[in-house]
């Protein structure tokens, strides 16, 4: 299984990105799909969660209002759209697999992660 992320850059606050994440190696979608940030110095937290039909979702507190996370599984992608962004909201984003959307424990399949600045 394989998860390649795009998306990231540099913007700035109250701008809007969307984040992409291709998964390959595995032709079945039942599998929960998320997005991870890992800002300098702190632990990597959950940003969001999807279950593998898409109509279970969860978001952490500072992304609820914010962010949407969607999924295609034809085209076996998962999307983070952020709106709103914050210079907080700096880190590297990782897309995740895993069996359960909303335990960050559950994931265990990585991407390998794109950088989102956001300048005040």
């Known amino acids: 299984v394989q998860l390649q992320a795009s998306g990231g850059g540099l913007v700035q606050a109250g701008d809007s990105l969307r984040l992409s994440c291709a998964v390959s190696?595995?032709?079945?979608?039942?599998?929960?799909l998320g997005w991870f940030r890992q800002a300098p110095g702190k632990e990597r937290t959950l940003v969001a969660g999807?279950?593998?039909?898409?109509?279970?979702?969860i978001y952490a507190d500072f992304a609820k209002g914010r962010f949407t996370i969607s999924r295609d599984n034809a085209k076996n992608m998962v999307y983070l759209q952020m709106n709103s962004l914050r210079p907080r909201d700096t880190a590297v984003y990782y897309c995740?697999?895993?069996?359960?959307?909303?335990?960050?424990?559950?994931?265990?399949?990585w991407g390998q992660g794109t950088q989102v600045t956001v300048s005040s």
């Open positions: 995740a697999r895993g069996s359960v959307y909303y335990n960050p424990r559950s994931y265990n399949y």
């Open positions: 190696g595995d032709i079945s979608s039942d599998y929960a």
């Open positions: 999807i279950n593998s039909g898409g109509g279970g979702t």
